[in-house]
């Protein structure tokens, strides 16, 4: 049960990463990115291929990261000055065009048969009990700056009932985590060090995100989000900037490629379907456009509903396999509809920053 709980923390963790960039493109830019997965892909494949050349997995994972923000570059140099849904149908071109190259190219990809066998991340670490109580106490000092986090957010909030229940929840959720991985560090295995190594990596990325929206850069990008006329009267230039959040954007998700990579050790064409941009774009209208913790704990609900339904579907609804997908999948598209309904800014966004109520 530990270790299914382990790859369910890793594999949130990687999502939740995945959607804080695309959360920067559309949530704080109104870049609407339909074929993000596209980045992902990049990622994914440029990590374990040079992994496999030998280079360092710290060194694979920045060179696929880069390779990102150059596709994104590409991308924005030749849609960023047209109207936005250009962006959305040229992107949803490229993704696709990028995983028939990695279906079709043999030779670099090895297609359908998947690329086996490359190097993981702390696959032959075997740590004492010291360095294991030093993994615990990272985790643990994660957890408190995530509680003081919280804390600091809840301050600032106002009295509502339903923030302090959400609150509440994800307190709650965060302390399961850490139970999970006390106990699968303390029991080591190369899964618990990865668990680790991507949360701390999604915890400085959030990090960073957050200093950088908060500054005056994350300002334009907010404005442009809302009317581009008015930081462009300003003296900003606009496409510049909607290219900086492109790029960056797609190199979060290039780095969550090599995370993705290393969680199913095995990379497949098939791994990088559409669906994957879908779960992305439901985590961040979920959790809250233009509020990274709203990502995050977006991405443990999404996560959260998708494995309770796996588990205990088939107990409530008598269906087959191809139904119970396509259900789970409905089920999905009507709660995003209830919550537009009720809470169109999404759990944790601000309504009186977007202009979806106008």
């Not at 500054?215 to 900037?241: C, N």
Request: glycine share 10%.
């Amino acid at each position: 049960m530990v270790n299914y709980l382990v790859f369910l923390v890793i594999l949130t963790g990687t999502f939740a990463l995945f959607s804080l960039g695309l959360n920067l493109q559309w949530g704080f830019t109104g870049l609407i990115n339909f074929g993000h997965v596209a980045f992902l892909t990049i990622g994914a494949y440029t990590t374990v291929l040079l992994a496999a050349k030998g280079f360092p997995l710290i060194i694979a994972v920045l060179i696929g990261a880069c390779i990102a923000a150059l596709l994104g570059l590409v991308i924005g140099l030749s849609t960023l000055r047209l109207r936005e849904d250009y962006l959305a149908i040229v992107t949803i071109g490229v993704s696709e065009l990028i995983r028939l190259v990695a279906l079709n190219e043999e030779w670099l990809t090895r297609g359908a048969f998947g690329v086996q066998g490359y190097p993981l991340p702390l696959d032959n670490f075997n740590p004492n009990l010291l360095l294991r109580l030093l993994m615990i106490g990272l985790l643990t000092l994660l957890l408190g700056l995530t509680l003081w986090g919280f804390w600091l957010w809840f301050r600032d909030q106002p009295r509502a009932t339903s923030r302090l229940i959400w609150g509440v929840l994800a307190v709650l959720l965060c302390l399961a985590v850490y139970g999970v991985g006390v106990v699968a560090l303390y029991n080591y295995n190369p899964r618990a060090g990865l668990m680790l190594l991507t949360l701390l990596t999604l915890a400085l990325v959030y990090w960073l995100l957050e200093r950088l929206v908060r500054s005056p850069w994350g300002r334009v990008l907010k404005a442009i989000r809302e009317d581009e006329q008015v930081p462009r009267a300003l003296g900003k230039d606009v496409f510049w900037y909607k290219l900086q959040a492109f790029m960056l954007g797609g190199a979060i998700a290039g780095i969550s490629g090599g995370f993705f990579a290393w969680y199913l050790t095995t990379v497949y064409p098939s791994n990088f379907e559409p669906l994957i941009t879908f779960n992305a774009w439901t985590i961040v209208v979920l959790g809250g456009a233009g509020n990274n913790a709203g990502t995050i704990l977006g991405a443990i609900i999404f996560w959260g509903y998708d494995t309770l339904t796996r588990l205990f579907l088939h107990d409530v609804v008598r269906l087959d396999a191809s139904r119970e997908g396509a259900f789970r999948i409905m089920v999905i598209g009507l709660i995003l509809m209830i919550i537009m309904m009720w809470r169109p800014q999404g759990i944790l966004g601000k309504k009186e920053e977007l202009t979806l109520g106008r």
